[in-house]
């Protein structure tokens, strides 16, 4: 099987075909790149691989299974939080069900699907089957099979009202605080940048591929022309407002007595969103949030219960 991607490994919460897609419209983008790096995209759009094989630095015998996420070297030493919600939201659930992982840091390029996280399940080097690992639409299965804790299993028309909340309006302010918004243009660059490369050309061509593909996923989500960012913050007030009602007075969504794969999507957001240790210039985004206290608090109490030794420190 074959993937598209971009040469960037751009972040696996903004697709690789938006990444990649060339615009053929005729409005100026509010982001420019220079002219000869413009016109090497435009030769080049794209690249097509076939399915990568499993990274190098792989181990030959595993205790614990690897999770590999977006993270840094030390954080992932210390299997702290992911800084991609994509990642963290399947962080989250396979402590909240009880999994112990190995961290290890990764991009999407040492991805056998193209994106992160993806798992290689405990295994010994003889057995081939624990070689094939599994991506992340098979990690709640993943999860609730070899997690000793008992999640909520919440499905229904409710709850995909509820994450089509997440997946769009809280998203898309996401996308624009990371992405697009200048003010938050050097922590873009330390999360997802920087890493890649030394090289200002380098840099600059990721940085022009993540901020094309936040903008064009951003403007299909809304049916809009331009990006409007008082209107993508007002969104994610809105969307914050509902979950906020939907949580009530209760520890965890929709009355469950443990927290599931909801709360731990929610948290992916809030987490990031709240996170001190994210220099966030532009902060708007935070501050809708904290107009809902038992949402603050809820992501207070996912932390809590995954990592303890982090809100012990209040970081």
């Known amino acids: 099987m074959s993937h598209q ?35 090497v995209f435009r030769r080049f759009p794209l690249v097509t691989y076939p399915a990568n094989e499993l990274p190098v630095r792989s181990p030959t015998h595993r205790h614990l299974p690897a999770l590999y996420v977006f993270a840094s070297d030390e954080d ?28 290890v840091p990764s991009n999407n390029h040492a991805s056998p699907t193209g994106a992160l996280p993806f798992l290689i399940p405990p295994s010994a080097a003889s057995d081939a089957d624990s070689q094939l690992p599994v991506p992340s639409n098979k990690l709640e299965r993943y999860a609730l099979q070899h997690g000793p804790n008992q999640v909520p299993d919440v499905a229904g028309t409710k709850m995909d009202a509820y994450q089509s909340l997440l997946d769009h309006r809280i998203r898309n ?63 994610a007030e809105q969307a914050f407002d509902a979950l906020a009602t939907a949580l009530g007075s209760e520890a965890w969504f929709f009355g469950s007595s443990e927290p599931g794969l909801f709360d731990a999507t929610v948290f992916a957001y809030t987490h990031l969103v709240l996170d001190e240790t994210l220099a966030w210039v532009d902060t708007r985004m935070k501050a809708a949030l904290q107009k809902f206290p038992t949402l603050v608090d809820h992501r207070a109490r996912v932390l809590a219960r995954c990592w303890p030794e982090m809100a012990a420190g209040s970081v």
């Open 5 to 39: 991607k971009s040469a960037t490994g751009a972040d696996a919460d903004v697709p690789a075909s938006a990444a990649t897609t060339s615009s053929t419209s005729s409005r100026a983008s509010w982001f420019t790149i220079p002219a000869p790096l413009a016109r």
């Open 76 to 103: 992932a030493l210390r299997g702290w939080p992911s800084f991609n919600p994509s990642c963290l939201k399947w962080q989250t659930f396979l402590k909240l069900a009880g999994v112990q992982v190995r961290i």
């Open 173 to 235: 302010a996401w996308l624009y605080a990371l992405y697009l918004s200048p003010p938050n243009s050097q922590l873009l660059s330390q999360l997802y940048v920087a890493p890649v490369s030394s090289s200002k050309p380098v840099q600059t061509a990721v940085l022009y591929q993540l901020r094309r593909a936040a903008e064009a996923e951003i403007l299909q989500s809304v049916g809009a022309r331009v990006v409007d960012s008082a209107a993508l913050y007002n969104g």
